[in-house]
């Protein structure tokens, strides 16, 4: 059984809820982080080596640490929760049963960042999503760890939620922040970065759900500790959507040494095919990363273990090799076109 480091509470009855949640070590990384200044915390999560659960794995720290600090002009933390992915649904899942596991993330990340304002900016579809986040955000001004001077320790905090209206493109952070702007959700040109020159003009760092709620155990367990868990540069845990024709879909916490093959036939995880089919092909990171054939997937071109990490996963580039991707992890059997399965997602 791996280690969990975002959902071993899942299970808790009424861990929605703030009460429940604190009571089971819920914001104390929050009381912890008031008490360190902001470049230590930059450090902890520099050393933890978490890099960016949603999509391109860039490494969290570097990026909080390129972004600009000028005197007098505002910061902003932007959370990415526009999941629209095909195939992906961790941070839905995430934000549904743990949402102030994501709460307390964005607090630590923008104190980090001396962002006194935050915004999560959520798939349209996710309408109840909202509620939920919104519900959550009360309960933590409520109780003080939002608003004015939280804890005492004299600096403000504000989170709001803002949801998109559909647009796959909003995913990409630039075309996100447009569409939190209000104007029409499209990519800007790069530079200037959003670390620079993001949301309305100011430096802004824009993060997936999955990495900001990583913070947390950052912070409690210190950024030596996150890195002794997975391997190399594929450091912690990692959540993926697992769906398609399996025994066992859903949303699963892996430490990222387990094996592709594993992962797909391990009752912990998908359990298997249904009806003992063969495994024709995956796509193991959404739908924008290339689908690796049995032969490519179980093993890399040169006859090696491929694992469930950044590296085994992109192991021979895009000509025999993949990504990890946001995380959406589709098997397809021996009775599935690959054609007619990649018009469906188009």
Same mark, same amino acid.
Not at 91 to 119: C, K, Q, T, W
Not at 168 to 175: F, L, R, V
Not at 317 to 344: K, Y
């Given at each position: @059984?791996?280690?969990?480091?975002?959902? %071993?509470?899942?299970?808790?009855?009424?861990?929605?809820?703030?009460?429940?949640?604190?009571?089971?070590?819920?914001?104390?990384?929050?009381?912890?982080?008031? &008490?360190?200044?902001?470049?230590?915390?930059?450090?902890?999560?520099?050393?933890?080596?978490?890099?960016?659960?949603?999509?391109?794995?860039?490494?969290?720290?570097?990026?909080?640490?390129?972004?600009? &600090?000028?005197?007098?002009?505002?910061?902003?933390?932007? $959370?990415?929760?526009?999941?629209? %992915?095909?195939?992906?649904?961790?941070?839905?899942?995430? @934000?549904?049963?743990?949402? /102030?596991?994501?709460?307390?993330?964005?607090?630590?990340?923008?104190?980090?960042?001396?962002?006194?304002?935050?915004?999560?900016?959520?798939?349209?579809?996710?309408?109840?999503? *909202?509620?939920?986040?919104?519900?959550?955000?009360?309960?933590?001004?409520?109780?003080?760890?939002?608003?004015?001077?939280?804890?005492?320790?004299?600096?403000?905090?504000?989170?709001? *939620? /803002?949801?998109?209206?559909?647009?796959?493109?909003?995913?990409? %952070?630039?075309?996100?922040?447009?569409?939190? %702007?209000?104007?029409?959700?499209?990519?800007?040109?790069?530079?200037?970065?959003?670390?620079?020159?993001?949301?309305?003009? $100011?430096?802004?760092?824009?993060?997936?759900?999955?990495?900001?709620?990583?913070?947390?155990?950052?912070?409690?367990?210190?950024?030596?500790?996150?890195?002794?868990?997975?391997?190399?540069?594929?450091?912690?845990?990692?959540?993926?959507?697992? $769906?398609?024709?399996?025994?066992?879909?859903?949303?699963?916490?892996?430490?990222?040494?387990?094996?592709?093959?594993?992962?797909?036939?391990?009752?912990?995880?998908?359990?298997?095919?249904?009806?003992?089919?063969?495994?024709?092909?995956?796509?193991?990171?959404?739908?924008?990363?290339?689908?690796?054939?049995?032969?490519?997937?179980? &093993?890399?071109?040169?006859?090696?273990?491929?694992?469930?990490?950044?590296?085994?996963?992109?192991?021979?580039?895009?000509?025999?090799?993949?990504?990890?991707?946001?995380?959406?992890?589709?098997?397809?059997?021996?009775?599935? $076109?690959?054609?007619? /399965?990649?018009?469906?997602?188009?």
């Amino acid at each position: @059984m791996s280690k969990k480091l975002l959902l %071993e509470k899942i299970n808790v009855e009424g861990i929605r809820g703030f009460d429940v949640y604190r009571r089971e070590g819920g914001y104390k990384s929050v009381e912890k982080a008031l &008490k360190m200044s902001q470049n230590d915390i930059v450090e902890e999560v520099k050393k933890s080596g978490l890099r960016g659960r949603g999509g391109a794995g860039f490494p969290t720290g570097m990026k909080w640490s390129f972004l600009a &600090k000028p005197e007098g002009v505002a910061r902003y933390l932007v $959370c990415n929760a526009d999941e629209s %992915e095909p195939g992906t649904f961790k941070d839905r899942y995430l @934000m549904e049963f743990l949402p /102030h596991l994501l709460i307390e993330g964005m607090i630590v990340s923008a104190f980090a960042l001396g962002s006194n304002v935050s915004y999560i900016y959520i798939r349209g579809e996710y309408d109840w999503i *909202t509620d939920i986040l919104d519900n959550a955000i009360a309960e933590a001004k409520q109780n003080g760890f939002l608003g004015k001077n939280i804890l005492g320790s004299g600096f403000d905090a504000e989170i709001y *939620t /803002h949801r998109g209206a559909g647009a796959y493109i909003c995913g990409e %952070e630039t075309a996100l922040l447009e569409s939190l %702007e209000g104007k029409r959700g499209l990519p800007r040109i790069k530079p200037p970065f959003p670390a620079v020159k993001g949301l309305y003009g $100011c430096p802004t760092v824009v993060n997936n759900v999955e990495t900001l709620a990583a913070i947390v155990p950052i912070i409690n367990e210190g950024g030596d500790a996150y890195a002794k868990i997975g391997v190399g540069k594929s450091t912690g845990t990692k959540l993926m959507s697992a $769906c398609g024709n399996i025994n066992k879909p859903g949303v699963y916490e892996i430490d990222m040494t387990i094996s592709v093959e594993d992962f797909i036939y391990s009752d912990e995880y998908c359990g298997g095919i249904p009806n003992g089919k063969k495994l024709k092909a995956c796509i193991p990171g959404g739908s924008s990363v290339p689908i690796l054939p049995a032969n490519l997937l179980l &093993k890399t071109a040169k006859g090696e273990t491929r694992l469930m990490n950044y590296e085994s996963l992109a192991d021979g580039g895009f000509a025999t090799g993949s990504m990890m991707g946001s995380g959406g992890f589709e098997v397809l059997d021996e009775d599935q $076109c690959i054609v007619r /399965h990649t018009w469906s997602l188009a």
